[in-house]
């Protein structure tokens, strides 16, 4: 569904030789949701934006065989003067007519639920209601493939618990991709898992693995 072929990427801040990500290479195959895992700034969010195409890699190519999400949990791309039902519009106007768009504003918010805020201007909402309507926004449209950063960690404890339902309502439908610090919502959700280490990826047939390879890391460092 998703291949990565001996993908490269650095920022422009960082040196010549300074890679976040070096000659990465794996497959996703179709019905397979995959966990990330590494340590802070292994370059997880990266690889989640390239797969995304929100960003490129410098050397190297991602083949996209599927619908890919953008990454569930970025909440910057909301125009802050327009209130939530206004920016929920033009995302969904870009993609459909206009019973599509009603749809997508119905499903969003029902799911958003934060009440007459999602009238209001974006710019005046709370973290948590971001996330809320952007996990709301992302899960509105069929993906064949959903990548999330850190999704399940945002928002109240029964905002997270809708969040996490909603992923595992997904298991079996579409694959994921998931970027998160619990493990328990890795080994629930994940069949395989990446392991991200010195700008290398590892993959493993098994989350169970990887969590296993990063977790021996740690103890080594
Ligand atoms: N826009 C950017 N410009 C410059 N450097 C960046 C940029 N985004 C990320 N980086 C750097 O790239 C590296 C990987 O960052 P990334 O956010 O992908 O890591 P991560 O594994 O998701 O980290 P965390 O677990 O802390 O969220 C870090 O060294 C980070 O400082």
């Known amino acids: 569904m998703i291949e990565v072929r001996n993908v490269y990427k650095r920022y422009r801040t960082h040196r010549a030789d300074d890679w976040v990500l070096r000659d990465i290479n794996f497959a996703i195959p179709r019905g397979v949701n995959v966990g990330l ?9 990266t690889l989640l934006r390239l797969i995304a195409g929100m ?8 083949v996209r065989r599927c619908r890919v999400s953008w990454p ?17 519009k033009c995302v969904a106007r870009i993609h459909g007519n206009d019973r599509f768009m009603k749809a997508v504003i119905h499903r969003v918010e029902a799911f958003a639920d934060i009440g007459k805020a999602f009238d209001q201007p974006v710019k005046t909402y709370s ?10 926004l992302s899960l509105a449209f069929d993906f064949d493939l959903y990548l999330s950063d850190e999704a399940t960690a945002v928002g109240d404890k029964a905002f997270r618990a809708k969040a996490t339902a ?13 970027v998160s610090h619990s493990e ?9 898992g990446l392991f991200l280490r010195d700008g290398h ?10 969590i296993a390879a990063y977790h021996e890391s740690i103890k080594r460092s």
């Not at 569930?72 to 929920?88: A, C, E, K």
């Not at 973290?127 to 952007?134: D, E, F, K, V």
Request: contains cysteine; hydrophobic residues 40%; glycine residues 18%.
């Open 184 to 192: 328990g919502i890795l080994k629930e959700l994940c069949q395989a």
């Open 201 to 210: 990826a590892y993959w493993f047939d098994s989350i169970d693995d990887a």
């Open 166 to 178: 909603a992923f595992r309502d997904k298991v079996g439908k579409a694959g994921l991709v998931i």
């Open 127 to 136: 973290s948590g209601m971001r996330s809320r309507l952007a996990f709301g």
């Open 37 to 45: 895992v590494g340590r802070n700034g292994a370059g997880k969010s």
């Open 72 to 88: 569930i949990g970025l909440t910057g791309g909301f125009q802050g003067s327009m209130t939530g039902r206004q920016n929920v």
């Open 55 to 62: 960003d490129f890699a410098d050397k190297g190519e991602i």
